[in-house]
Structures are given as C-alpha cells and as structure tokens.
C-alpha cells in the first residue's frame, strides 16, 4: 500500500492535527473502548486517535468534511475494512441514524474550535441515541461547559449542556502537543447524557428561550433581565430573589422558571 501524502492543515476548517503520542494514549485511556461498541469520531484528521479506537472495537464510523483527507485516512487505516467514512458537515450529520435499538453510539473527536458550540448543541439535540461524548476542545469551552453557578464562565452553554448531561473536565493539552500549534491551551471532556433528566421540562425550547433572556444581560438583576416576563408576584412564587444576577441560579432554576411559565401561559 502507497504512503498517504502529506497533508496542510486548512485554517478554514479549523485544522490542527494531534500528533503527541503520550496525549492519545490518555485520551484513549479515558475513552476506554471496547469490542462491539460502535463509536463515531467527529474529524478524524489523519487517524491519530481513529487506530487506537478501532484496533479495539473492530468497527468504526468517522464524519469528515475535509475530502482532502478522506483518502490520507484510508491508506493509513488500510488495515481495518469496517472503518465507514462519512464525507459530511457534523452539524449538518444525523447521528441518530448510526444508533439502533439496543446500542446507542458513542462520540468522540477532536473538535474545531470555530465550530465547537453549535456542534455540542446539534449532538445535545440527540442525546437520547447517545451513550458518552470524550471531546477535545478549547479550554475555555471545557470550562465553560462544566461550569458551576457563581464562575465567572457559567452561562448558557453551561446550563444547557447540564440539563442534558453530566460534564466532567478531564485533562488540560497544550499547544505543542498539536501541528501546527493553536494559540491557546486544549481540554478533554467527558459529557454523559442523563438516562433519567435531573430537572426536566416539557418544552426544552422554553428553557432555552428562558437561559437565553436570562443572561442577555449579564450584568444586570433577573428582575430587569425579566421585566415584562416575571413580576414580583412571580418570584415570590419561585422562591427566587429578583435582585440576583443570572449567573447565581442553578439549572433547577431556570427550569423551575420554565415549568412556572409553561403552566401560567396554558
């Protein structure tokens, strides 16, 4: 089998390529897979830590947008006949077609820091269909989505990835273990959908709308950030003192907010 040729990374899509062996080892170690599993990697690049993980579970699908790359990464998989490449964009990609029944899919990858938010939000849409995400991503949006009421991080991608998912920030990866090197430090996260949601709502685009309204204006009290919305009848009923900031309520806040809306407008 031919050399894949060597490959640029592209600044438009986000490119940098994971190249320290001892990095993948641990986030391999961290994804722990296993024989039968069926695991989806989001950018698979050149394949860094696509072996590792197919080595193990024989099979294995990979979303990829640069076509570039697509016939690097099969020379240098050329070993493993169940590697299924999806040439496609992954927020545009349904996940929930590679689930069945009685195998939900595990996601991994490392994710371009362009895209990363909307991405994380289109694979929360689908959380049911998903057992665990391991994500390479900046660090400031590790720690944006495991952020706790009162960091200077928490807001909305914090609360809406919470509602869904327990987030564990695992590890920290600088830039020298990339080519070519980012300007900022990396982390791995773990984020595991709930099997049974800690703080449901009926109507998941109000409790968006709701954290949306409620950190519009981070420096400003929710009794401002919900004129028009909640009066103090209405905090009172919640419990909820109007002059804090948003960043001072929990998730069952805001979604005791919702509930508490859903029911007044029906």
Known sequence: MSKAQPHKARKRFGQNFLHDHGVIRRILACIAPKKGQRIVEIGPGKGALTEGIIS????????????????????????????????????????????????????????????????????????????????????????????????????RLSVMAQYYCAVDSLFVVGPESFDPAPKVDSAIVRM???????????????LEEVVRVGFQQRRKTLRNNYKGVLDQDDFAALDIDPSLR?????LADFVAITNYLLKKDS
Do not use: C, W
């Not at 169940?82 to 994710?111: M, P, W, Y």
């Open 56 to 155: 193990v579970t024989e099979r294995m699908d990979v979303v990829e947008l640069d076509r570039d790359l697509i016939p690097i990464l099969k020379v240098n998989l050329f070993r493993y006949p169940e590697l299924t490449v999806h040439e496609a964009d992954a927020i545009k990609f349904d996940f929930s077609a590679l689930a069945s029944d009685d195998q939900a899919i595990r996601v991994v990858g490392n994710l371009p820091y362009n895209i990363s938010t909307p991405l994380i939000f289109h694979l929360l849409s689908q959380a049911s269909i998903i057992e665990d995400m391991h994500f390479m991503l900046q660090k400031e949006v590790v720690d944006r989505l495991a952020a706790r009421p009162g960091d200077n991080l928490y807001g």
């Open 192 to 206: 595991t959908p709930y099997k049974t949601l800690p703080y449901p709502t009926e109507n998941v685009s109000k």
């Open 246 to 250: 948003p960043e001072r309520l929990d």
